[in-house]
């Protein structure tokens, strides 16, 4: 009699947990009801799951993080990326992002099609934030250095503008039905050119400058 050969446990990892998460999402438009509900329909345990994560919120953070932490792996690892100014560094991170978003857009739109038009700060993005405003905020320091950024008593906050346009970014190409997403990409260029254009010196640095001066100087 031929032995039967017992067949193996899949071994449990974080990219395993995470890929059934992002199934079970995307096939019944919610999040499992519960940890052991989750685990027993993979065949693994609870204790299994919380060796990687301690709740679902946790490992949807570390879905976006990774996400980002991909990107810029990719993009830093490109030649021309060091060469390119502050302005053009963005303008890659945001096409890349959402290069690599069009992999789970059903996702990312079951995710941002629940979010209020006013919650700026979703829970689950609260990595991704971090990582965003950490990269935000070397690019404008860089920004200054090279004088494409201007200094002013605000500027250590543009992070947070730029966070907001990021959302919007994510939003519009979510819903964007145009071919190629051609609307996003013009979407992209458009609003960080203008964003750029913002923070970069202006007319009304050099009226500030002149009446500085002229106060200055009153004979």
Not at 22 to 49: D, N, R, Y
Not at 170 to 197: C, H, P, R
Request: proline share 2%.
């Amino acid at each position: 009699m031929e032995k039967k050969v017992k067949s193996q446990k899949k071994a449990v990892t974080k990219d395993f947990l995470i890929k059934h998460f992002i199934q079970h999402v995307l096939e019944t438009g919610t999040e499992p009801v519960s940890v052991f509900a989750f685990t027993k329909s993979l065949k693994c345990t609870e204790k299994e799951f919380y060796g990687f994560f301690n709740s679902f919120k946790a490992l949807q953070k570390s879905i976006w993080a990774g996400w980002f932490e991909e990107t810029i792996s990719s993009m830093e690892n490109e030649e021309a990326y060091q060469n390119y100014s502050v302005r053009e560094k963005l303008l890659s991170f945001y096409f890349s992002w959402i290069e690599l978003l069009k992999d789970n857009k059903s996702f990312v739109q079951i995710k941002l099609e629940k979010l209020e038009k006013a919650d700026m700060n979703p829970d689950f993005l609260g990595q991704l934030k971090e990582h965003h405003t950490m990269y935000i905020s070397d690019l404008m320091t860089e920004g200054k250095d090279t004088e494409e950024v201007m200094e002013r008593p605000f500027s250590d906050r543009y992070h947070k503008g730029f966070w907001v346009l990021f959302l919007m970014i994510m939003k519009f190409w979510s819903q964007d039905e145009s071919e190629g997403y051609e609307k996003t990409d013009a979407f992209i260029e458009k609003s960080v050119n203008l964003a750029f254009d913002l923070v970069a010196r202006g007319p009304l640095d050099s009226m500030m400058d002149f009446a500085k001066f002229m106060l200055q100087n009153r004979m």
